[in-house]
């Protein structure tokens, strides 16, 4: 069947959209008085004008709306929480949404479960757990960082708890302490290398790990640092099966007394082997050089408490905290890997990252109030849509980058996964917390892999390649989102007697999109229907799976 | 605008609906290259890769360099092969086809960790945070993927492991990992035609207006491998993953396990014109108790499958245009550590290669009495792969343009393994 007339975008009633907003203009009138973000702005104005680019202009108030939910919740907003912002005219809309995100008790529980999400794949990854033989319970890590996030816990604390947590690993056994998840695989095998290595990186910023055998040929990092970092986890152990007090048996991280590989408690050593063959000893010196005793009996030195205090002082604590945060709202971190601050890694704007590193120490490492500078700041309210002085300024082409706009990314599987559960409300069949995030972590399962090796490393291929198209076109919970069975929005709004086509095609495209349909996506949506004989529901269930599927609902923008 | 309804779509109509998106992502595709070979050099190339990837860094002092007799030789022996050199007793089906394989002990690396060894040796290049350098199988896939118009599913495979990515050839020629039972999830869409072929013509529309915002390639790449997955969909080609259409004799002979079936489902592969596979045999990260392991579990399987492969595809008379490589990361240390296993080494270890045109039955290069370094010269990753690449007839010259605009030569300006190519 051909349609032979022009097809008017009136074809539909036109009733125009009631609360019809513009969506469009975000000329960011009010200047966020944050001192703070005055200063990150300050020091960015300033770069961007010593490197000769000028800043794209603001993103349009939907998409900056869309990026935030993404970025502080990890997932889209509803067209609900959208209009409420697009059609808010108050000159202090943008710090009042923030606030909301970050403090309002409605999203506590959505703001814990994003950054317990983060930390998580951070800390024990995306498959830490998932093997029957592990000694991790991801629920228990889970529990622990949902429980700090929840409360504001402050950062500093949070990881002094990582670092020294004793206990049994999975939640209602005796003993519990989800904060020993970190560790648990990461002490017994080879000497404790893996918790060497992952402490010093995740934490701090220092990638230590391949000076475990020689020295660093382009740092200042020698074999010797290494190990004697590695000494602070010599007088812990990993126990499979712990008997402790009564309750039921499970994992358990404990310290005991370290006899020293020679055998003298009293002078706890270690040795290491110099690639020259020259065996060396080392003792538990922290890497920016407080000694420890040498003792390896707990009642005089409990290596690892002393290690947490070291770290408390660290200022690199501060910095690799900032690095990741930045990287996380930015798209690209102020070095390249964010975790490698080392010396020999010259960060890119190096001001801002010590300013925010001496901020955030001063507000006693309050996470909250770090998220809330950042999001607020000029870099993050820039638009991705490049101008004539900055279409080079992509740190994908080589270069540093100098966040004169925001940069695309693709959506984490994890935030595909909830802003899929938001667009469509598949979610009213939902259990408890830990029955969805057992079945997310089901769901994303499909896309992890571990190379099985002594690292743990592991890979996804949600990486935008075919597997994950696949999964977008057929999968089962695209089916369900289009299908409009269960009460799906797709099944609310499609037969909504109270709302125009068009109004049905908009807030298919602000669902997904945060924006409305374009004209000529409007004349296509008339040709849906038409090539499906005027069955409108089909031919919005259609449209609504073409809009899933689209580069520009995939993308954080 | 004019829509026809369309009935009995075919496959074609599909890729005609999808063309325009392409042809949007055009100018980032020339970016990511600029081919200098000479067409007529390749065509009719007709040639393959199948690299078997020893994840976790195979002990190949072990394997195919012993030191029988060196306080760190480990119990195994020596055994003659069809080839100029002995091989490890637990190898004796190998052994039989080594006429067809050469062993190079000569290479010495720097990457002893497994990320840093997996990128290098996939690559040729150490890991750089500014430049994202392509893998092999991408390599070789942009580089003999517009001889095979006929192909319609991805030129580089990667069955039972991840490899390693495309970096800046871009998402298109990512790798396309499946298991080896050869299922491919979500691949039916289960609607007819029509509606499918509606579908996309809409998602056609949103994809190229969004990209004509120039917000960055990674939308034009999206609109790529929406195309790549089409084709893929509803391609009979994808046949070829189903291993279980073989003769029970020839399961048999490969081996009912992954990487028996992996290696089956790669001569497949190669028989449609896949240009390069992967075949990913994991374990070998043996710190501890080493010899047990390698003998009760990873060499029985190893010996099994990869000797069927040479076989098969000699019977076949396409190992002449099939190359063949072995290897992992590293090897392992020349000393047997605490846990009576061995750690990390790269400084001196070996590969395996043949097919293709490469010489059988050599060895390349040597170590020293205890394995613990290279006499002679070395070879290094970007050695070999310049080599696999000059026997899959891809010109040496090839330059590619990275992102920021730096040409960068095919396989690092690596240098041939002479003795190895006739």
Known sequence: ?557 | MLYRTPTGMSRRHFMTHLAGASALAGSAMAMGHSLTTHASELRRNRKSAILLWMGGGPSTIDLWDLKPGAATGGPFKPIATAGDMQICEHLPQVAKVMDRLSIVRSMSTREADHQRGRYYMHTGYVPNPSVDYPSYGAVVAHELHSQRPELEIPPFVSIGGESEGPGFLGMAWSPFGVDSNGQVRDLQMGLPADRVSQRMQALQLLESNFIDDKRGSIADEHAKVLQKTLNLMTSKQMEAFNVNREEASAQQRYGQNNFGRGCLMARRLVEIGVPFIEVDLGGWDNHQNIFPTLKDQRLPMMDQAMSALVEDLTQRGMLQDTAIIWMGEFGRTPRINGNAGRDHWARSWSVVVGGAGLKGGLTVGKTNEDGTRVEGDSFSSEDLMATVCHSLGISLETNFTARNGRPMKIANSGKLIKDLVT
């Open chain 1, 1 to 557: 069947m051909l349609i032979k007339q022009k097809v008017s975008p009136l074809i539909f009633a036109t009733i125009l959209f009631v609360t019809s907003i513009a969506l469009g203009q975000a000329q960011r009138e009010d200047r966020i008085q944050i001192p703070q973000v005055v200063k990150i702005n300050e020091l960015m104005e300033q770069s961007w004008s010593d490197q000769e680019v000028d800043p794209s202009s603001p993103a349009e108030d939907g998409e900056w709306c869309r990026r935030l939910f993404l970025d502080v919740l990890g997932r889209i907003p509803t067209v609900d929480e959208l209009v409420d912002f697009t059609g808010d005219k108050s000159p202090n809309k943008h710090e009042a949404l923030v606030d909301r995100l970050l403090y309002d008790d409605r999203y506590t529980e959505q703001f814990a479960r994003n950054w317990t999400t983060i930390w998580t794949n951070l800390l024990i990854g995306r498959t830490g757990g998932n093997d029957q033989n592990s000694m991790i319970s991801r629920p228990g890590m889970q529990k622990f960082l949902r429980d700090s996030f929840a409360r504001n816990k402050p950062y500093d604390k949070m990881v002094y708890e990582l670092v020294t947590a004793t206990g049994t690993t999975a939640p209602n056994t005796a003993n519990f302490n989800g904060a020993t998840n970190f560790l648990i695989d990461k002490v017994n095998e080879e000497t404790a290398a893996q918790a060497t290595a992952a402490t010093s990186r995740i934490f701090l910023g220092l990638q230590i790990q391949c000076t475990q055998c020689h020295n660093h040929p382009f740092n200042d990092w020698k074999q010797q640092k290494y190990w004697e970092m590695n000494a602070f986890f010599r007088q812990t152990r990993s126990l499979r099966n712990s008997a402790a007090t009564g309750g039921p048996l499970g994992p358990e991280l404990v310290d005991q007394d370290f006899a020293g590989e020679s055998g003298n408690p009293e002078e706890a050593d270690i040795f290491y082997e110099l690639r020259n063959g020259l065996v060396k000893v080392a003792f538990p010196v922290f890497v920016e050089g407080q000694v420890a005793k040498k003792s390896g009996y707990l009642n005089e030195v409990n290596r690892r408490v002393l290690l947490g205090e070291f770290m408390l002082k660290s200022p690199h604590l501060s910095k690799a905290m900032i690095n990741r945060t930045w990287a996380h709202f930015l798209g690209f971190g102020f070095t390249k890997p964010i975790d490698d601050l080392g010396p020999h890694k010259p960060p890119s704007h190096p001001e801002v990252l010590e300013y925010l590193a001496d901020e955030f120490r001063s507000s006693q490492y309050d996470v909250r109030r770090l998220i809330k500078w950042i999001s607020l700041s000029r870099p993050y309210s820039l638009s991705s849509k490049p101008n004539s002085t900055n279409a080079k300024d992509d740190p994908l082409l080589g270069d540093a980058p100098k966040f004169s706009r925001y940069y695309m990314r693709q959506m984490q599987a994890e935030q595909l996964y909830e802003s899929l559960v938001v667009a469509t409300q598949a979610d009213n069949l939902s259990g408890s917390y830990e029955e969805r995030e057992r079945m997310k972590n089901q769901w994303l399962q499909q896309f992890s892999r571990t190379f099985g090796t002594d690292e743990g490393d592991e890979s996804t291929s949600f990486n935008g390649t075919i597997p994950q198209v696949l999964m977008m076109f057929n999968g089962e919970l695209i089916r369900q989102a289009t299908s409009g069975t269960n009460q799906t929005l797709i099944d609310l709004i499609v037969n909504d007697p109270k709302k125009s086509n068009r109004e049905k095609v908009d807030y298919l495209f602000l669902a997904g999109l945060a924006r409305r349909a374009k004209n000529d996506e409007w004349v296509l949506a008339n040709q849906f229907v038409e090539a499906r004989r005027g069955n409108a529901v089909d031919a919005l269930k259609d449209l609504w799976w073409v809009v899933l599927n689209s580069n520009e609902f995939i993308f954080n923008h």
